[in-house]
């Protein structure tokens, strides 16, 4: 049997911010079988998560100089691996993973993903937990894996009302910290303060002086930030926080499209007040996606988390979706829905 | 009983690199007893360590706003506290301390300091371990509790003839690590390398392209880097490290005398290989000091590590003491020895 499987590409190397134009839409057919003995699966996508960080796969010269395989180069024309949920649709032979299993893992820009059975970061337990709120592990691991904060603690988040950074947001006010957010419109700010319940927030685009205007927002100083835009941010941020501050880097928005646009914290404030300024990866955190799965659904049952999701439909509206993000167009986490669960 | 008490003072605030004539000696009459019912102690200093970050302090406008009182700004004509080793001389009557006891703690760049009990850091036991050596605490504890090195790991050391410096490379040649060191002279480079047995060295003052020439050293990458400097070899370590490599912040000297110079290390090598950049002082790590000692007295007594120091004498000796650490005119600690033992 066979399907057409259509799947986006990059038309050439993408060296600021993306444009719609930038991308192309193909279709290829994808005999729905694999090879005897291997590992590969064919997987059904339903949801692909749209993260920024892919923005830096698509340089003509990778500015991360990595050797990790989900942030390799993208290839002109060829097609683009990202995280996703999807559903098994043909299982390799090994019997690892069976057909219809829910798995999230690094998949396609695609209908569907042919991929090999390592690209399947984790089976999904069929459960009351929507499915697209697995994605959250990157907000849970990040803020409490590598923040380790305490109740009572005082809380940072740039790029509030993005998807990783609402959520820390929500997670810190949970735990009982005192929690401002920046973000890039008065909208989101609104919804930070009224529906998300943080303590206060500002838009970033009508400051001019950060370091300052963070001193008026933590008196008392910064104990955690965690950071998901770099650049001057970060600059103010370290210049506010407390002795034996923790800076979580989670990502770099501010230089994704601007590679001029480094941050130079002062390090004599990084000295002084001992700061531990660490960047992560969820992929390193998988042994407490059980500890997230029930924490968040308990939090969700009572209501005290809001997932914010911003989800647009069709491989055709990846490149759209793609481009927004740096915009700011969306508000929480962006998703495409490729498929009906 | 009364002595004439030398010390010295800045003039001014000095905002670049110091110069001798910004210094003065001067001199005071000082009653050899303290207040009874009061926390106060004389001690004879024996030795003053003489510490870039010294400079910080006696600027105008102290860019490291920090409430450290050891590192509160200096003010032009007052007595200038440091880290030194002294004798007690005349004992607080709270029993504490004992005349003759001999102590590390925050005393004055003079004759004899008149201070607080909370200044004593630390109360040194009499033993074979040479009383200037107790200030290497600051390597020891940055390498091992900040580094957290293992065995095999690759190891640079920038400031590598420095206090600290040369100490963190002989400790992580000692555990079995591949060690590089900077330095700004071939004479250091060749002790480096033909005294204290690190596997290589270099010049960084006849390097243009750091990175490069780090990429060159560290073919597999560096595990931990050991920062004395920050600036653009900050920058560079930061391109050439392993994943979950750890960098720790000890020293900016580098910023210290141009604000101007900060280090922007690409955050997004700090995410994609999960690197850890944080500062520390000596003072948060005063419960390694038995085994600092036990662990240094062993490589000492047999022979595996160089203490390499500097020493001048008398207390007008400082102001040109602490000019020369600036221009690199140091090899090992910077001493000034005040006192006979």
């Known amino acids: 049997m066979e399907v057409s499987n259509k799947y986006v590409v990059v038309k050439h190397h993408i060296q600021d911010a993306p444009e719609e134009s930038d991308f192309e839409i193909k279709s290829r057919a994808l005999i729905l079988s694999v090879d005897s003995g291997s590992n590969d699966v064919i997987v059904k996508n339903l949801y ?88 959250g592990v990157l907000a849970y691991a990040g803020f409490f894996e590598v923040c380790k904060p305490q109740k009572g603690e005082n809380v940072f988040v740039s790029a509030a009302c993005g998807a990783v950074g609402n959520l820390v947001g929500q997670y810190a006010k949970l735990l009982g910290c005192y929690v401002v957010g920046c973000a890039g419109s008065q909208d989101k700010v609104t919804l930070l303060k009224d529906k998300l319940g943080f303590d206060d927030a500002f838009n970033y685009k009508e400051e001019k002086d950060l370091t300052s205007i963070l001193a008026r927002y933590f008196p008392n100083g910064i104990d955690v930030y965690f950071d998901n835009v770099g650049g001057e941010m970060l600059e103010a941020a370290v210049a506010n926080m407390n002795t034996f501050g923790r800076v979580s880097i989670c990502g ?29 990866l969820a992929a390193d955190f998988m042994n407490v996606f059980p500890d997230f799965i029930a924490k968040t659904s308990a939090y969700l049952q009572t209501g005290r988390l809001h997932v914010i999701e911003d989800v647009s439909s069709g491989v055709e509206s990846i490149p759209s979706a793609f481009v927004g993000i740096f915009n700011g167009n969306n508000v929480g986490k962006k998703i495409v829905k490729v498929a009906e669960e």
Chains 1, 2 share one sequence.
């Open 48 to 135: 692909i998560s749209i993260d920024p960080y892919q923005i830096n796969r698509m340089k003509s010269n990778d500015p991360s100089q990595t050797s990790i395989s989900f942030a390799a180069p993208i290839t002109p024309g060829e097609a683009i691996d990202g995280v996703a949920i999807g559903k098994v649709l043909v299982a390799s032979d090994n019997g690892k993973f069976q057909k219809d299993d829910l798995v999230m893992g690094v998949f396609t820009w695609a209908e569907y993903s042919l991929v090999k059975e390592e690209s399947i970061i984790k089976k999904l337990e069929p459960s009351e937990f929507p499915l697209t709120y697995h994605l």
């Open 252 to 280: 770099v928005i501010s230089q994704y499209t601007d590679a001029e646009k480094r941050s130079s914290p002062n390090m004599l404030n990084v000295v002084y007040n001992r700061i531990n300024i660490r960047g992560f």
